[in-house]
């Protein structure tokens, strides 16, 4: 079940109108029609709000979503396999498995001293988290260049072109994060 049909069941249970649950959460009602018939998931502010004005949490909001209550998984790094390597200088280790049928991809970039990866540009909506882990790191996105250090973080919107090049003497380490997950 995706979250729009579970707001939309809640909300019946209890014999509200969109207009009703708006007016109780907050929540504009095309944003609640949107989210309803999953034309947008809303944010965590908005679930939040419609958890409260339906009585709920959201554990319980969530409770029923599709991959709720799966176990966790664990991949040792002897078993993660799919590595790319941009040069001979750096490389970026997928950190689970089937990644693109993921939510989100985390991913595990190491730089050589002077190693860069290549200019990603992912589809429109997509997000970037980046933690630099190690050493330090230019970051160039849309054209301009941001320099990072050891637990330095940079979020953008991955559609825009961007690429990493280590600028220090030692390795770098970054972790990076895309949603949805693309390569």
Sequence with gaps: ???GRRIH???EEQNLTLKDLSERSGVAL???SRIENDKMTGTLESHLAIAQALGSTLSELYKHLSGAGKAPE????AKRTDVFVHDKRSVSEMLIARS?????????IRLQRGGTTHTEEHRKG???FVYVMAGKV??????????LNARDTLYFDSSTPHSFRNAGAAEARIMTVETPPSL
């Design 1 to 3: 079940m995706k979250i």
């Design 9 to 11: 069941t809640l909300r």
């Design 30 to 32: 095309a944003t609640l």
């Design 74 to 77: 664990v991949l040792p790094a």
């Design 100 to 108: 693109l049928s993921r939510k989100m991809m985390p991913v595990m």
């Design 126 to 128: 997509s997000e970037k």
């Design 138 to 147: 230019e970051a160039s996105v849309g054209g301009t260049t941001y320099t």
